[in-house]
């Protein structure tokens, strides 16, 4: 009696640890792959989830979660130049039984099977572009990629989220040539620019000073123009008073030419000038001006009226 109570008691705790073996959980976002001596017999969602002990297992799981891959192609260009591209692909499993189903059994190695293709892709674009456009047209890479995987991973039951160009690299020589080229071609920019910018500065001086001189004979004749002037109503003056012309204009030079020194002597900080100062410069000075005056006057005068011509017969 006792021997048979311990029997069952064996039995029930066996037939417990069975049962509680079948138990299992999947995680979120997660899914199970459950087989019956080896064949395929569901897909358990997230959550707790039983198997019948002995006959069942879970052969797999497969996540829907989003995965990236990066992957480092090495290519050449156009122009003879091997560079280095990292794209990252960003994939997950479509959340149905059958894409689930198709992740597992279909597909062995999915890393292995979109490296494959993103190799075939970049390999296939970048050697008909110059190592310039590879770096402009990194997005129509990016883009061919996405197109390329989409279009075959879909029967796996997978889904490319984005495909990105995340960087290239060429070779060091190449890129210390290429930083080379645009510093030249900066450097060579600038010093055009500082040329213009330099002729812009000196036709410009030119202009200005080219004003200021017109100006500036403009003014020394309307002040030479204020002069004669002034010393003909001065002479004319002396005339009216009585003073012979000659007289008048040794004043008027006289008054002029102390006033000159004058002012030439407040100006200056020499303490000694060289001035001719003999009266035969004076009476010279005289003359000269005396002279001016006359052409002036002479100048100043009408053109005599021209008679009238005959008609001829």
Known sequence: MGGGMALVLCLAVFAVVVFFSGLFTVAQQTRA???????????????????MPLIDRVAGRVTHRVRELEITVESKTHDDVFVDVLIAVQFFVRETQEAAWAAHYRLMNPQQQISSYVFDTVRALVPEMPIDHVFSEKEKIAHAVKERLQHTMEEFGYTIMQALVNDIQPDEEVKRAMNKVNASARLKEAAKNEAEAKKIRVIAAAEAEARAKELQGVGIARQRLAIARGLKESVETCA???ISSAEASKMVLLTQHYDTVTAVGGRSKATVMMIPYAPNGMTNVSDQIMQALLARDEMEQPPPEMPPTEKRA
Not at 33 to 51: D, M, S, T
């Open 33 to 51: 792959i459950v087989e019956r001596f080896g064949k395929f017999h569901k897909i358990a969602g997230p959550g707790l989830n039983f198997k």
């Open 240 to 242: 009216e008073a009585g």
